[in-house]
């Protein structure tokens, strides 16, 4: 599209998450007339830590705001998957993006900070939960519960796994994985030695794995467990005795770990995603981020998928006559991938024998399972 046409062109975007702040970055650096519209009235991201990729931060770098990530995260050069007790399955170097060749390890409160912060004064609107949307075809129309109404020439659905705006697309419900996630972040004091870099380390076996993820620019580290537990709850209660039963048999420092958590503390989940769906967009209305490809953690993919989509929608707008071949391509850029990614994080690994395609680009070293 035209300079001029993307000038004129007035965006809603409704949520405020990972890939709607990274969203509005982009398509405002077109010269788009763009609002977000948030849900909560106060926005904040509970929990753990997340590794940023590097062609996620390569995104950065093209939209200016390369610093403003870096400056609270930690590089990573690589990862390791070990045993319960230690012994080494496997260590590689994260995949390089051009020069980009780090990871970057980061709170998730402190990326959303750092994506919102950037923003100018006055896009996101928070207090609006989405109700409906009225697809007119080339603008659709917004209703919320506050009784607020927008009409935009495009709207981006990017709010999440339990999308309104996927309900113009598909009628498929979130997934449950058969997992619970547990996640602390503890003082790296706190990790009986067990943080001395700013590599990722996953422990696996029994069904179990968990992550010790440095934020060593806090002093800090992500302890996540994940484990498999069939209640689907989605904010289980589980006890400090059940936690510890999980962890039983791996190393001992990590069970001590465990042992020593303020349950206050933990950010306790089951696990969901979506199945894959086959069109993410009408005219003037498309999906992005989990609201189009939620996907499960293993991967790690989840925000940098949404990044991406950011930039991929960014550039399909540059690069097509009109909104609505804009979002054909960028569907058909960025489908594929995601739909990859979704399978692969499906797949079991939480034994020896059970790592299939860990990360992106690494080949499979056992048959993939259903």
Known sequence: MQPSDLKNLKIAIV????GGAAAAKALSLLGADVNVYEQANQIREAGAGIGLRPSTMNRFREWGIFDAIAKVSSPSELFEILTPTGEPIMKEEWPVSGEQTHTHLIHRGDFIDALLSVLPEG?????????????KGDTSVLTFANGKTVEADLVIGADGIKSVVRGLFSDKGPVFSGEHAYRAVISVDDAYGMVVDDNLRMYIG????IYLLPLRHRNQVSFDITALCPDGTWVPEVSKEELLATVGGF???LVNITRDLDMATVNIRAVYDID???????GSVVLMG???HSMLHHQGQGANSAVED??????ALRESASVKGALALFQATRKPVTDKLQAISRQS????????EVFPGQKPTAAAKD
């Open 15 to 18: 949520g405020a998450g990972y």
């Open 123 to 135: 896009m996101v609107h928070l207090g609006h939960k989405l109700e409906s949307v009225q697809d």
């Open 206 to 209: 029994r069904g179990t794995k």
């Open 251 to 253: 190393d001992e420092r």
């Open 276 to 282: 894959s769906i086959d069109t993410w967009h009408s």
């Open 290 to 292: 989990d609201a189009a």
């Open 310 to 315: 950011a930039g991929a929608l960014a550039d």
């Open 349 to 356: 690994w939480g034994a020896e024998g059970e790592i299939d």
